[in-house]
């Protein structure tokens, strides 16, 4: 098919600029999934305090450290984790979960991509506060490096637009690739440095983090909210998937955006 990058330029333009419409999507389908809660999305701040409490405990027994040092560790991993994998989970189904707005009238599919990552970074913000119960209950000092914690929100931000483009195309098309990408997930959890920390590898570190693109991720955000400075590898890393992210998500929307309301 002919490609029409203009076109695609043009709605990722509008759509990133469009903020008030991007904000508001993603306000109220968090207000619509906590309808008639009685703490709305605090339900999930909720049940991953509960699972970073019994987890950390148990895990920091079988590893051999001290709980104080390991529930941080664990928590601001568990954050950083579960904001890109929502990201990728909800990315996938950009375009089906809005097959009436897309059929019904003209949108910018950059914009539904922003609505579902700034969503996923309003739960960021309340699930914060199990991290800071978590500093005060075991002491952890908190730095000027933990500002760097707005660059890797941002960084995952940007990629998770480029995400919920493709993976909503292809998953639009293919629907079995929603299922295949939340097994990879899944299994990817456990591979990556999240329940354990890096250096417990040893000699075999590099095959299994410096090679793993979701460690990287991971990193940008969790060593600021420890009050550390993410390794200079994982900006690279993560800025070089950017770019080549954003490169292919042109190059496929550009082919087939047209399609992507007759896939619906």
């Keep these: ?21 991007w904000g508001r999507l993603g306000w109220q389908e968090t207000v619509r999934r906590y309808r008639r809660t009685t703490i709305g999305p605090f339900w999930t701040t909720l049940s991953l ?25 664990l928590t601001a991993g568990m954050l950083a984790w579960g904001l890109f994998q929502s990201i990728v989970t909800e990315g ?12 019904s009238m003209q949108i910018s599919y950059t914009t539904l991509s922003c609505a579902v990552v700034w969503r996923n970074v309003l739960v960021l913000f309340h699930n914060i506060i199990i991290l800071v119960i978590v500093i005060l209950y075991t002491g952890s000092s908190v730095t000027w490096y933990s500002l760097l914690a707005i660059p890797g929100v941002l960084l995952i931000s940007i990629n998770g637009v480029w995400l919920g ?69 994982s900006y690279h890393v993560v800025l070089g998937v950017t770019v080549i992210g954003w490169v292919l998500t042109v190059f496929v929307l550009s082919r087939f955006r047209r399609r992507i309301p007759y896939w619906l």
Excluded at 51 to 67: E, S
Excluded at 181 to 193: D, G
């Design 1 to 21: 098919m002919n490609a029409q990058y203009g076109k695609v330029f043009s709605d990722i333009k509008n759509g990133l600029l469009d903020w008030r419409m």
């Design 49 to 73: 305090g509960i699972f970073v409490a019994t987890l950390g405990l148990v895990w920091a027994q079988l590893w051999k450290q001290d709980p104080k040092a390991y529930l941080p560790f």
């Design 92 to 103: 996938c189904l950009v375009f089906t979960g809005a097959s009436a707005l897309i059929t």
């Design 165 to 233: 483009l493709l993976l909503g195309a292809i998953c639009a098309r293919f629907r079995d690739t929603q299922q295949i990408i939340a097994s990879i997930l899944q299994v990817s959890m456990f591979v990556t440095p999240i329940f354990w920390s890096p250096e417990q590898l040893g000699s075999r570190r590099n095959a299994f983090v410096n090679y793993n693109v979701l460690y990287h991720f991971v990193d940008i955000l969790r060593a600021p909210l420890l009050g550390k400075v993410p390794e200079d590898l």
